[in-house]
């Protein structure tokens, strides 16, 4: 037994009344603020089908159509599955509130943030570590964590967009942080916060398909124009 | 393992995953800072380090290397930690008290970064500190009681 575990056990008696009432008084929280968030559109058409995705096709499967720009769009909506997925677009907020969870409920506890990685007296780092780290509560698993844990700047917001507009702000250097289209190829194919998404701790569900698969879809819909659906 | 704890290094015999909350309550006999929750939700366990508020029950201490950690036991040697304490004691924001040192800790953490917070900026930096007793209004009405009486030695 770890270290961990046996400062748990040893604790577990007299924190039990503590622990349910944070407990219950959590769960409560996230009912009405998952009701919250489909109330808000949150879970758009591009969000629902990129949790219910169970992988990647890949990039050979889309060589039968024909038309290049239509090819370039199915390429991107595939891509998307992963864009779309919670575990990146819950700290892509329009607002500056992320979200957690599948259903993106609202972060608990709240946060504002007013910089990418600093909401005032409470930076993300407070919970969010340099890795995935467990707790000693039976309901949350893990809390998740990596190198420059924070949220994307707000000309990256993608949640409510459909992913037309996620596409075309994509390709926008003046939204997507100054870069070319092969360095936004690099950032989702190499980068370690996008990583992160495949490997997000006990308790979450990954993104559908490897960053490997993922990086060549891009990759893909750049080499055929990088055309956005509509 | 060595870590500084309140100006003093001290080494401790414990695996680099435990989390610091446990180091500090069980193995520096420092019992100050609570366990609430376990999963840095209630921020009962707040601690700072390097003066940025932590929740010490899910920060494996092997992770915080040389970083200088302030506990309950040391707010009363800063500026900062007094006036949160005289304040805490003339609005009498105390009711059960088990998660006031986090409040407090938090409360600190804030000033460090704010030092004249309005409303909204001590709901959005305290949000994440739960009272079951409800002390949220004193807890408020103190931090900015503190705020003012910083600003006014200044």
Known sequence: ?230 | MRIQVNGTARDVEVDPDTPLLWVLRDVLNMTGTKFGCGAALCGACTVMVDGVAVRSCITEVGSIGSGAVTTIEKLGDTKTGQALQKAWLDVDVVQCGYCQSGQLMQAAALLEVNAQPDDAAIDDAMAGNICRCGTYPRVRAAIKQAAADLKGRR
């Open chain 1, 1 to 230: 037994m770890t270290a961990n575990a046996t400062k748990v056990r040893r604790t577990a008696r007299w924190a039990a009344p503590v622990l349910a009432t944070v407990a219950v008084a959590a769960l409560g929280t996230y009912v009405a603020e998952a009701q919250q968030a489909r109330s808000n559109n949150l879970m758009t058409p591009g969000v629902q089908r990129a949790v219910a995705a169970t992988g990647l096709a890949p990039v050979e499967s889309f060589s039968s159509i024909q038309n290049t720009a239509e090819r370039s769009i199915a390429l991107f909506l595939e891509a998307s599955k992963v864009v779309e997925h919670p575990r990146c677009i819950n700290c892509h907020p329009v607002t500056r509130r992320p979200t957690q969870g599948d259903d993106m409920h609202a972060h608990v506890p709240p946060i504002t943030s007013e910089a990418a990685t600093h909401a005032a007296g409470v930076p993300c780092g407070s919970c969010h570590g340099q890795s995935n780290r467990p707790t000693g509560s039976a309901g949350i698993q893990s809390i998740p964590g990596a190198p420059h844990w924070g949220l994307a700047p707000q000309s990256m917001g993608w949640q409510t967009l459909t992913s037309g507009q996620i596409c075309e702000q994509l390709k926008d250097p003046k939204r997507n942080g100054n870069r070319s289209l092969e360095q936004i190829r690099v950032h989702m194919s190499e980068d370690h916060l996008v990583a992160w998404a495949w490997h997000p701790g006990q308790g979450r569900t990954p993104a559908p398909g490897t960053q490997e698969q993922f990086g060549s879809l891009i990759a893909a819909w750049i080499a055929t124009g990088a055309h956005c659906p509509k």
